[in-house]
């Protein structure tokens, strides 16, 4: 079966950090590219970060740039976002999808609640 599973979701206060996970089973991400999507209550879906099947291009959206860091792992089929000075504006579900280009959608995890409030 296969399957992205997103974890590391949860409350923070303002200015901390979470890392996300996204580990995918059934199929190897050696030959996907990974991105990361958010959606808040009421609002468009929006692309956070993409990085692709070699690692070797990795975008961000400006609303994230310098705070938000996607990276991969492919000896453990895992994509990792590391979320630092989070603010209550990225406030959102979190979803990570694979296909074979940045932003393009071919598998969706069941997405992961990310709350930034004091």
């Known amino acids: 079966q296969l399957q992205l599973v997103e974890s590391g979701g949860g409350l923070v206060q303002p200015g901390g950090s979470l890392r996300l996970s996204c580990a995918a089973s059934g199929f190897t991400l050696d030959y996907y590219a990974i991105s990361w999507f958010r959606q808040a209550p009421g609002k468009a879906r929006e692309g956070v970060s993409c990085?692709?099947?070699?690692?070797?291009?990795?975008l961000y959206a400006d609303s994230v740039k310098g705070r938000f860091t996607i990276s991969k792992d492919n000896a453990n089929n895992t994509v990792y976002l590391q979320m630092n000075s989070l603010k209550p504006e990225d406030t959102a579900v979190y979803y990570c999808?694979?296909?074979?280009?940045?932003?393009?959608?071919?598998?969706w995890g069941q997405g992961i609640q990310v709350t930034v409030s004091s």
């Open positions: 990085i692709n099947s070699s690692g070797g291009t990795i």
């Open positions: 999808v694979a296909d074979s280009i940045c932003w393009n959608i071919y598998y």
